[in-house]
């Protein structure tokens, strides 16, 4: 193994895939991949050593971390930046309150590694050569923090923080730490959950004895004892991405009492059969983290060779259903386009699978309002493809076709 921990230059990237003895065809396509994605070029020696490289084309990790050109597809016309309109939730830089009762905050803009299908694009991560990312959080974390304890204060409905970004673990301990102090006070809180993929990117960060565990652990307890839960959302894809390591750190998480839950995506040729989805289950169980959401891919533009249609995702539902107790069972979800929130994806009102456009509403957020997702156009007749393509298509049309 090189002395080399995070890949984040072209020319790092170029030696690197030198070194494995990547054929030049492979290498150009990988760099010209990375050049139009949304997301920054950022990879961590964990990642590196969990991709197969005898395997490359196929590998379910380097097709999330390294993007090659020719898998690139042109965007849906209904595909947006800011696909979840979280923009318009927002109440403070950061600050999501979409729901009544729970609320997202963004910690950080930055990820120990960068995925290319982040939903979350327009803002996590350097501006790239494709993407200029909103400068959306530059407050202070003391003014971030202040803002959010005074709101959490004054709202005493909210029971439920999301602490995400970008990525918790790239917030210093003893900022994190303040964060805790400050949260623990509010006796409307209930539920305390930090967002971190790092059991991928580095699970070293997150073994017993490092000042993240430490931190995470001791307020794991001290939460409880104030009748609140501090709990870890992580972000695992598929079983390829567990090593010893992750292992460890997660079952150390475990042993420790945090309650660790599992968000997957759900990538087209990455986790979009029923043996990957099974196989990710069983490696959560026997790593101490409860499998929680399995989301459709969010309608964001540049990740089209992504998505999967909504159908691929209630297939797979149905076939591991009855296949695990049902707490360890993940809920099939569609967090809908333009901020309809969270539905699982057997709530839609209809599916018109000739058109592959589903609608979907939300009760609580917004009545009778309908929202819409749309299956990739590659999983539809090509008459039906040229009508989307040529702008002839017409959302209430095909709803009104469907009543
Ligand atoms: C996803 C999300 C939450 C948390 O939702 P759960 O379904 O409770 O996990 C909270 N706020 C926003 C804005 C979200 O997108
Ligand atoms: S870890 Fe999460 S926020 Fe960071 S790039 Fe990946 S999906 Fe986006």
Redesign the pocket.
Known sequence: MPEMRIIFTKSDLLSYLTLMNVNSELKNDIVDGISSNSMSLRVTEHIINKIDWNNLISDPIRKQFLPMRSEYLPDHPSLKMDS?A?SK?QINPGL????PN???FLITTFCPAYCSFCTRSYLVGPSTQTLKKSKNLNKSFSDSFKYLINYLNSNANIN?V?ISGGDVTMVKPLIIKELFDRLIKIESLKTI?LATRTLLFDPNQLLPSTSLFEVIAMYSDKFRQCNKELSI?CHFNHANEFSDLSKKASLALWHSGVVIRNQTVLLDGINSSVDTQRNLIEKLIESGIQP??VYQMDMVANVEHFRTSLSTSINISKALTGLFPGFQLPRF?V?LPSGG??RSVYEYEFYDKKYGVSGFKSPLLSGEKLYYYCDPLRYLDPDVEQKWNNQLFNFKEVHNENQ
């Open positions: 979840l979280e939730s999501i309150h979409r729901y729970k609320i997202l439920d999301v959950r959302q929680y959401y979800i967090d929130g969270k």
